[in-house]
């Protein structure tokens, strides 16, 4: 079982996005980045297309390292780590400050 999952809230812990929080919108285990919601904004040339004969430039979101990002815990509302534990036989999500359950049920 994974730690970090889509739709988590996320807290970045260093870079120049530091203390910056989002959604998890995307989770690529294989190069270990994720991708969270508003973080990370670079600017990028886009060259014109039919649907946009201008081109010009946009910000688009950029992947992180998982490294940098804990999970937010649901009451403290501050980075925390996770631990997986066994409820009732299943495995879910702990936030080991608070004690929280994090897998929606």
């Keep these: 079982m994974q730690k970090l999952k889509l739709e988590d809230e996320v807290v970045v812990l260093t870079g120049k ?3 910056k ?10 190069n270990k980045k994720v991708l969270v919601e508003g ?5 990028k040339a886009l060259k014109p297309t039919q649907e946009n ?5 946009a910000d688009v979101e950029k992947a992180v390292h998982i490294s940098n990002v804990a999970v937010m815990s649901p009451k403290t ?7 997986i534990e ?10 080991v400050s608070c004690g ?3 897998d929606k049920k």
């Design 86 to 95: 066994t409820q009732d036989g299943k495995k879910v999500r702990v936030a």
């Design 39 to 43: 973080v990370n904004m670079v600017k």
């Design 53 to 57: 004969p201008a081109g010009g430039i």
């Design 77 to 83: 509302k501050k980075a925390t780590r996770v631990r």
């Design 21 to 30: 929080q989002g959604k998890v919108k995307k989770l690529d285990l294989k």
């Design 17 to 19: 996005d530091r203390g």
């Design 100 to 102: 929280s359950v994090l």
